[in-house]
T-cell receptor, first 114, second 109 residues
Framework: GAVVSQHPSWVICKSGTSVKIECRSL??????MFWYRQFPKQSLMLMAT?????????EQGVEKDKFLINHASLTLSTLTVTSAHPEDSSFYIC??????????FGPGTRLTVL | KQEVTQIPAALSVPEGENLVLNCSFT??????LQWFRQDPGKGLTSLLL?????REQTSGRLNASLDKSSGRSTLYIAASQPGDSATYLC????????FGTGTRLQVFP
């Protein structure tokens, strides 16, 4: 058990458009989900922590109005990149924490903004 | 602020060698330490989780140790194989997961 999925796995969009990425815990409930960003050949940087039913907590330097996070249920969190620009191109990875403990990662979403 | 550094940043070795990857952190107030593997363009695969009260964990050819007092963890890979080629990340469990800078490993036949 403890499978986390992300959709889509890759997306290409034009500059100025908005892109939504979904993160689902398939076989467990996650009170907390995390969103990370990874630039090429770099490590994962935590963007925000989201708790079901409440506002996300953003890390320093991450624009909350640009990266909208919604954690509407115990199995789904979404990240919307608004008015995307080429510098937002990155690999976005979510993870979900089980109620009983343990954090599990999704397969990632590759975003390319033209 | 917790900083997590991995040395070396990149490593290229012939298969069969025994390898040591290093992870150092600045604040010893951690819960657990976890090692992950990441293949290019993919998500993370958990390799080993060392709980705060433990000093090491083993899984197959992998052995990870943790020394909180010195702020270090090492991942030992025995008899490396080309299939071990990947990026290895250590991560500290505090109130959130903090990732190290990563070691890109290439094992050639």
């Amino acid at each position: 058990g403890a499978v986390v999925s992300q959709h889509p796995s890759w997306v290409i969009c034009k500059s100025g458009t908005s892109v939504k990425i979904e993160c689902r815990s398939l076989d467990f409930q996650a009170t907390t989900m995390f969103w990370y960003r990874q630039f090429p050949k770099q490590s994962l940087m935590l963007m925000a922590t989201s708790n079901e039913g409440s506002k996300a907590t953003y890390e320093q330097g991450v624009e909350k109005d640009k990266f909208l996070i919604n954690h509407a249920s115990l199995t789904l969190s979404t990240l919307t990149v608004t008015s995307a620009h080429p510098e937002d191109s990155s690999f976005y990875i979510c993870s979900a924490r089980k109620l009983a403990g343990g954090q599990y990662f999704g397969p990632g979403t590759r975003l390319t903004v033209l | 602020k917790q900083e997590v550094t991995q040395i070396p940043a990149a490593l290229s070795v012939p298969e069969g060698e025994n390898l040591v990857l290093n992870c150092s952190f600045t604040d010893s107030a951690i819960y657990n330490l976890q090692w992950f593997r990441q293949d290019p363009g993919k998500g993370l695969t958990s390799l080993l989780l060392i709980q705060s009260s433990q000093r090491e964990q083993t899984s197959g050819r992998l052995n990870a140790s943790l020394d909180k007092s010195s702020g270090r963890s090492t991942l030992y890979i025995a008899a490396s194989q080309p299939g071990d080629s990947a990026t290895y990340l250590c991560a500290l469990h505090t109130d959130k997961l903090i990732f190290g800078t990563g070691t890109r490993l290439q094992v050639f036949p």
